[in-house]
């Protein structure tokens, strides 16, 4: 197999992921009013850990050109938790933010929980 030039890998590397910091985050009006758990953050960030360690490992499996099907398995692996944590993180926003919303009269909450879930698949 032919290695790749230089403009192959550049423009490999700008179809990664992107990570957003704070520094680069899109100003966003949205904020929990209910704060989440120091331990439910934990879990989370954990998770989160968890799965950048997991996309880093099939960084390192395509710089040393693994084999397809244990690719293909990590891959699986990193959906599948990515998947889980979506369901975390949506069954958190319902018990809490679309709970509130409801409380204070706002029923036009309940069409962006039902997109969200769609979103989520």
């Not at 704070?22 to 989370?44: G, I, N, V």
């Not at 084999?67 to 998947?83: M, N, R």
């Amino acid at each position: 197999m032919q290695e790749p030039n230089k403009l192959q890998k550049e423009s490999y590397s700008n179809t990664m992921l992107s990570i957003t910091t704070p520094e680069t985050a899109p100003s966003c009006p949205h904020h929990k009013h209910t704060p989440r758990t120091p331990e439910a953050a934990h879990q989370l960030q954990n998770r989160l850990n968890r799965m950048i360690g997991q996309l880093n490992g099939i960084k390192k499996m395509l710089d040393d050109n693994r084999y397809c099907g244990d690719i293909l398995t990590q891959i699986a692996a990193v959906e599948s938790a990515l998947q889980s944590f979506g369901y975390i993180v949506l069954q958190d926003h319902l018990e809490t933010c679309v709970v509130e919303e409801i409380q204070n009269g706002n029923t036009e909450i309940l069409e962006e929980a039902i997109d969200l879930i769609k979103k989520l698949k």
